[in-house]
């Protein structure tokens, strides 16, 4: 979709004939493994910047964006970098060497040490972690992991959430504050400082409209003891396993910048483990804040080990499609026993929260029979036939507080499955998906008794004028626990763009509250997403993400829309670029018109060309209107815009105008 | 952007050493000009149909989609066709011969002739018309029109609204109410006429969820007497110029289907009249209910001609923008006599509906002084200029009754543009904006004094909190004349995606009653639209207006959603691929991951893979659900599912689920 992205390809493809066994046949050979090198250069205008707090190993990543000096024509004034959140981890580093078969540096490895309440294993507790790893056949493929996986002291609990509510203001309670704040006071500090006009600009460039919050409590700067209290009561988590000291903490929650997740993973008909290594490299160049690994192919584990090793934020998993795997694919022959060394095998690699289905309950099933498309959640419907074979709960329901003395020793988080969503618009709002969502809420009083954090997926297919309800009834139901959407798409008839029918409802959702988007990409419906298609999601879920800020009013959440604004009237191009959410491609769009690098400086664009341009006349409106005096102070004096001011006091009243 | 999309290209380039002139300079000639293959084949699995009503002559296009039957093993059910909007004119009828040097069929001409109020005028009254047809240098780019411009007898008004509110219903208005039907009673019909169950399955497929349509009045069936009374009392409009009889009629009002418009045009850098063609023929293949020629380039008049002969929907233009080339560029130069000259010439060539900027008034003008980004309408900043240097109001805003004049005498109608509208987050909603908005609702009631038809622009960049206020304060300035908005785009900062970030406002302000959105494309604020961008912005347009469709409850707008679902949960890919808005790329995106053909009929999709798959599942709960009884009925009978049922009772009542 995206004309610069590169096509996605296996760069460690072999056909080597000393390759054996699964990895011959895989074409995956870790030896060879290799970082996507598109993934790894610094954003365009970009550099990595880093915010130290309160201790030294407490390093806060942003994106710098550089921008040019306004041309002297229009005031020439001096224009301080902004910064953005920076999703990426070290791959935009230029001064982190990255290799992808040594994983990235564990940048938590000494807090949850310092903590004491954790002990390393001597190898993974799991029995199919341990098979795993004294298969043979894997040789080849497996990630070359050093480190011991841990797991709580006898009895301890080790979550973020916990620590949060014996008011211990973790490391990553620090590192979240000061990476949600975006370093927007020095930014402000930096534009005070540009000179005599350094006040006006620092006003300017932070005006921003009242939002529509719909009861969120956005303050205006996020001090850690806010984030402390925000997980405490359970409105925000931080997924953060003991088991992936390489992921830079970040928080979800209706109070911080709203999130998107990428989904990858591989399936049984496509895709291997350099290719979903890719797709996460992608996913969080582009801006995925957490991304779910998906596979249920062959080599999951494997898959999800590279996966986690080299992810700089956190991942999320749906067990039960390894578990089902393990079971030959029959729902039926599911145990808890199989789950519960699923969760634990999972638990011990590092995935930062599990999708759990256990509000999936056998009376809700048969209200799904008279739907258009039935059940459409893959766990749900695992869960469902696993039900009806049985004629009882689920083993997921029944065992839900077993579940939670798993979570809590690793830190996993709750991500509450819809198994029973909507998959069509017929199906919206029905009493099989809100029955469900009340078990969740319940279910959530549950794990917060045993101080697991947790989040409550949502719908799925709803349209417009049913989405506020579904916000609605989730924070009832489930005491404002961070609600995590995907999309909702807002209509079915257009298979190949789900990414813009969902992006509409995750845009509105995000707005009503959805504290994190799961992107939906142009394939959904109809096949896997490749690179372009995890690109074209993630951008449409920034945008959808960054439009809901914006309208709750989330505090400095325009500067980026007014740096951008004030670039385009000035027509510094490379500025656009830089600052948009996606650079490449909006150059080459640019370049499409007008190919010329002498352009990216031209004071005017394609859409008019040289001597019809709409910009360029406001500027000779508004220097003729300095001329002639035509402002608002001297129209006051020489009385000729008596009307106009007339009419500006009459409509600061009529339209609470500001 | 989209992978079957041709790349734009002239079919009818020449080098040819015969062509002279400025024809050999754009590498247009007549002679050579042919359509773009690529816009004339009937959409995939479609085909043309018409309804014909109370005379021979006024027959309504549909696109009829032909299903496939469910298979055995889901109920073998037959799916009759359903039937859609259809905007692609005869180019999709494959017994129509076309050839765009010869325009397309007249098929309004006898409705205006028999009206008898209008007369043939010998040639182009307008200086501007006359001296083009006069030039011989235009001669091998020229369209071979033959048909005579026509206007209003002597003092005769000729607009839709002047005969609605003498209480006829013209051609126009009955070939509206059948073609906004849909043919919903026939399809509804036709389930009905599958069997035993084809009641069950009527009620099922037009199963819709009640709207929220924010005082909308949308009747259940649309009848020539509600388009009359709708187009008299100005809520809706039919752009149909007495010279534009290959239009065929369409409506634009909150009570309506909601509209797309689609903007083309070359300009002074870029693009030749061939291109213009394609670019039409390829927008209303896609969808696109209107064209907006916004040509800034040379040969303004001959591209418009080629255009609106071929054209089978209304074109609008901003007649401003020729005035302007006339002058040379320099906006303080314009004259009322060269923009009354450039009007007549537009009106008599057949535009349906001019872009007219009579609300930037010279007080506003200076409200624009301290925005971030100007003024960014082009006709807005003409105005402005002109104001300024002439230090007084505007020759549009002083000659608006004579404007009017010229509007009745061809039925062309007004679209009262926005010129100071917003062009970032930054300055929406502001003074200058919302001042402009009231002076168009002053103008409004002005042209309705001369029953001359009025549509009102609007803005813009507007954060989603902001945009309600758009809509109301439009309704209420402009006593309910539709509202016709570009976007808007809800956040500033992703150049390249802004057809997304347009997409999410323009879906809700569909929603909250605008009757028109105007797409914007992928290139917006970089370059000039390609054919594919063209195509990428109006799906992702058809997508918005469709989800504001769905949320007002737009009666029968679900069908197609419904017949998507179902086919999607019956694995009927083609179906699938053939409702959607477009079939080439769902296609192509899954022959992608599932190339062969076989598994067009497989029973499985690619996310999920041939032993996983929900969908599968889903049928095995429901199938199991049916053999042991666990529907409502007997659950209530044999007492196992009580809880069930008891949750059922409690939650209809808790959460107002149908």
């Given at each position: 979709?995206?004309?610069?992205?590169?096509?996605?390809?296996?760069?460690?493809?072999?056909?080597?004939?000393?390759?054996?066994?699964?990895?011959?046949?895989?074409?995956?050979?870790?030896?060879?493994?290799?970082?996507?090198?598109?993934?790894?250069?610094?954003?365009?205008?970009?550099?990595?910047?880093?915010?130290?707090?309160?201790?030294?190993?407490?390093?806060?990543?942003?994106?710098?964006?550089?921008?040019?000096?306004?041309?002297?024509?229009?005031?020439?004034?001096?224009?301080?970098?902004?910064?953005?959140?920076?999703?990426?981890?070290?791959?935009?580093?230029?001064?982190?060497?990255?290799?992808?078969?040594?994983?990235?540096?564990?940048?938590?490895?000494?807090?949850?040490?310092?903590?004491?309440?954790?002990?390393?294993?001597?190898?993974?507790?799991?029995?199919?972690?341990?098979?795993?790893?004294?298969?043979?056949?894997?040789?080849?493929?497996?990630?070359?992991?050093?480190?011991?996986?841990?797991?709580?002291?006898?009895?301890?609990?080790?979550?973020?959430?916990?620590?949060?509510?014996?008011?211990?203001?973790?490391?990553?309670?620090?590192?979240?504050?000061?990476?949600?704040?975006?370093?927007?006071?020095?930014?402000?500090?930096?534009?005070?400082?540009?000179?005599?006009?350094?006040?006006?600009?620092?006003?300017?460039?932070?005006?921003?409209?009242?939002?529509?919050?719909?009861?969120?409590?956005?303050?205006?700067?996020?001090?850690?003891?806010f984030v402390r209290s925000e997980v405490a009561r359970g409105r925000a988590i931080i997924p953060a396993n003991i088991n992936h000291p390489e992921c830079e903490p970040m928080i979800i929650g209706r109070n911080f910048l709203t999130k998107i997740n990428a989904n990858i993973g591989n399936s049984a008909i496509s895709s291997d483990i350099n290719d979903e290594v890719e797709k996460m490299t992608w996913a969080v160049r582009w801006g995925g804040d957490t991304v779910m690994d998906l596979s249920t192919g062959k080599h999951i584990h494997e898959t999800r080990e590279w996966i986690v090793r080299n992810s700089p934020v956190p991942i999320g998993t749906v067990p039960l499609y390894q578990a089902l795997e393990k079971v030959g694919g029959k729902a039926e022959d599911l145990t808890w026993e199989i789950f519960r060394d699923t969760l634990i095998e999972q638990a011990e690699q590092g995935v930062d929260y599990f999708t759990i289905h256990a509000g999936v309950r056998l009376p809700y099933i048969p209200m799904t029979a008279d739907r258009m498309t039935g059940i459409v959640s893959r766990g749900g419907s695992i869960i469902a036939k696993w039900c009806?074979?049985?004629?009882?709960?689920?083993?997921?329901?029944?065992?839900?507080?077993?579940?939670?003395?798993?979570?809590?020793?690793?830190?996993?988080?709750?991500?509450?499955?819809?198994?029973?969503?909507?998959?069509?618009?017929?199906?919206?709002?029905?009493?099989?998906?809100?029955?469900?969502?009340?078990?969740?809420?319940?279910?959530?009083?549950?794990?917060?008794?045993?101080?697991?954090?947790?989040?409550?997926?949502?719908?799925?297919?709803v349209p417009m004028q049913m989405i506020k309800e579904n916000m609605d009834l989730q924070l009832d139901h489930c005491q404002e626990a961070p609600f995590y959407t995907l999309g909702p798409l807002t209509t079915d008839i257009a298979p190949g763009y789900d990414h813009i029918t969902s992006g509409i409802g995750a845009a509105l959702i995000g707005w009503y509250g959805t504290a994190?988007?799961?992107?939906?990409?142009?394939?959904?419906?109809?096949?896997?997403p490749n690179k372009d298609d995890v690109k074209e999601g993630i951008i449409t879920y920034k945008i959808a993400a960054h439009a809901?800020?914006?309208?709750?009013?989330?505090?400095?959440?325009?500067?980026?829309?007014?740096?951008?604004?004030?670039?385009?009237?000035?027509?510094?191009?490379?500025?656009?670029?830089?600052?948009?959410?996606?650079?490449?491609?909006?150059?080459?769009?640019?370049?499409?018109?007008?190919?010329?690098?002498?352009m990216k400086v031209a004071h005017f664009c394609s859409m008019c060309g040289p001597h019809f341009c709409s910009m360029k006349i406001t500027q000779d409106v508004r220097a003729y209107a300095k001329e002639k005096g035509l402002n608002e102070q001297s129209a006051l004096q020489n009385g000729m815009q008596e009307k106009a001011i007339e009419f500006r006091k009459k409509g600061s009243q009529l339209y609470h105008a500001e």
């Open positions: 979709m995206n004309p610069t992205s590169p096509q996605s390809s296996s760069s460690t493809a072999s056909t080597s004939a000393e390759l054996q066994g699964t990895a011959a046949r895989t074409g995956f050979v870790a030896a060879n493994a290799a970082v996507d090198r598109a993934a790894i250069a610094p954003l365009s205008g970009s550099r990595k910047i880093y915010q130290t707090g309160s201790r030294a190993d407490l390093r806060v990543p942003f994106r710098e964006i550089t921008l040019s000096s306004t041309p002297t024509t229009f005031g020439g004034e001096t224009n301080p970098p902004i910064t953005v959140y920076d999703t990426s981890g070290p791959y935009t580093d230029p001064d982190v060497a990255i290799d992808i078969r040594k994983g990235l540096p564990a940048v938590r490895a000494a807090w949850i040490e310092e903590r004491g309440d954790t002990e390393a294993l001597n190898g993974p507790s799991s029995q199919f972690g341990q098979q795993r790893l004294q298969d043979p056949q894997l040789t080849a493929m497996r990630f070359g992991l050093v480190r011991q996986p841990r797991r709580a002291r006898n009895g301890a609990n080790v979550t973020q959430m916990h620590y949060a509510r014996q008011g211990i203001i973790t490391p990553e309670m620090e590192y979240v504050a000061i990476r949600e704040n975006l370093r927007r006071d020095e930014y402000l500090q930096s534009l005070r400082d540009t000179g005599p006009e350094g006040e006006k600009w620092a006003k300017r460039m932070s005006r921003q409209h009242p939002g529509q919050s719909f009861g969120a409590a956005i303050p205006a700067v996020i001090t850690p003891e009806l074979a049985h004629h009882r709960e689920s083993f997921i329901y029944e065992h839900f507080e077993d579940i939670c003395e798993i979570m809590k020793a690793y830190d996993v988080s709750f991500s509450l499955g819809d198994g029973l969503r909507p998959g069509s618009i017929w199906d919206a709002n029905d009493e099989a998906q809100f029955a469900e969502l009340k078990t969740l809420g319940e279910l959530t009083q549950v794990a917060w008794k045993h101080d697991v954090q947790v989040i409550i997926e949502g719908p799925g297919h994190m988007l799961c992107y939906v990409t142009p394939k959904e419906h109809l096949g896997l809901a800020d914006l309208a709750k009013g989330h505090p400095g959440a325009a500067i980026r829309d007014n740096a951008m604004s004030k670039a385009r009237f000035e027509f510094r191009w490379e500025d656009q670029f830089n600052i948009g959410l996606d650079p490449d491609t909006a150059r080459a769009y640019h370049d499409e018109t007008l190919p010329k690098d002498s």
